[in-house]
């Protein structure tokens, strides 16, 4: 399974951006049994942890981003998403998303910048 996001790019502090996933590979899962991720890693920084969605739709968020950013899913096509509302620039980073089998392949990830 190879993760392809997309939806980053520039946005002014306060904006908002809505980044999507999609979980391409077999086609005999729709991978409502996985937990999804977001991770982002800034420049100089570790990757992140920022946003878990589980099968039973419960999440969890970094507190960095809680009551900003909301992760979602849409099983039927393998698509998760992150709502990202209020960012500021220490947003700025690359956003990758992951599902909980280490065998899926990371992917490109998806550039945010929000300037100063």
């Known amino acids: 399974v190879q993760m392809v996001e997309s939806g980053g790019g520039l946005v002014q502090g306060g904006g908002s951006l809505r980044l999507s996933c999609l979980a391409r590979?077999?086609?005999?899962?729709?991978?409502?049994?996985?937990?999804m991720a977001w991770y982002r890693q800034a420049p100089g920084n570790q990757l992140e942890l920022i946003a878990v969605?589980?099968?039973?739709?419960?999440?969890n968020y970094a507190d960095s981003v809680k009551g900003r950013f909301t992760i979602s899913r849409l099983n039927a096509r393998r698509m998760f998403y992150l709502s990202m509302e209020n960012l500021k620039p220490e947003g700025t980073a690359v956003y990758y998303c992951?599902?909980?089998?280490?065998?899926?392949?990371w992917g490109q990830g998806t550039q945010v910048t929000v300037p100063s």
């Open positions: 992951k599902g909980d089998d280490n065998n899926w392949s």
């Open positions: 590979g077999s086609i005999l899962s729709d991978f409502s049994g996985n937990a």
């Open positions: 969605i589980r099968p039973d739709g419960s999440t």
